[in-house]
């Protein structure tokens, strides 16, 4: 079993920063990405960024390139998410998952095995 934690949500101006955070603990070593999605009121989850725990290497919805960044911290066993000029379209709840399969997108929410609680982010116009 693995366990995700995400933190660092909540409201901001359009325009701002927040900065999210994913702790994962348990067995990690079979994962070997981790991911954020979202899920905006009344929509289905989407793919936000996904980062490789070896290469760092890193995937991104086309509506965050540019905006948001992922990162790892390997020996801390977390993911970042910094999201700048941040949109009222960006409100959502913001989850972490875990996968242990290789990709080559990694947009798919059927390629993660565990999934945190989720942190609401709130961009208010």
């Known amino acids: 079993q693995v366990q995700l934690v995400e933190s660092g949500g909540g409201l901001v101006q359009a325009g701002g920063s927040l900065r999210l955070s994913c702790v994962a603990s348990?067995?990690?070593?079979?994962?070997?990405?981790m991911g954020w999605f979202r899920q905006a009121p009344g929509k289905e989850r989407e793919f936000v960024a996904t980062?490789?725990?070896?290469?760092?290497?890193?995937y991104y919805a086309d509506s965050v390139k540019g905006r948001f960044a992922i990162s790892r911290d390997n020996a801390k066993n977390t993911v970042y998410l910094q999201m700048n000029s941040l949109k009222p379209e960006d409100t959502a709840v913001y989850y972490c998952a875990a996968s242990k399969y290789y990709s080559d997108s990694y947009q798919g929410d059927g390629l993660y095995d565990y999934w945190g609680q989720g942190t609401q982010v709130t961009v208010s116009s």
């Open positions: 980062i490789t725990w070896s290469s760092g290497r890193t």
């Open positions: 348990g067995r990690t070593f079979y994962e070997i990405a």
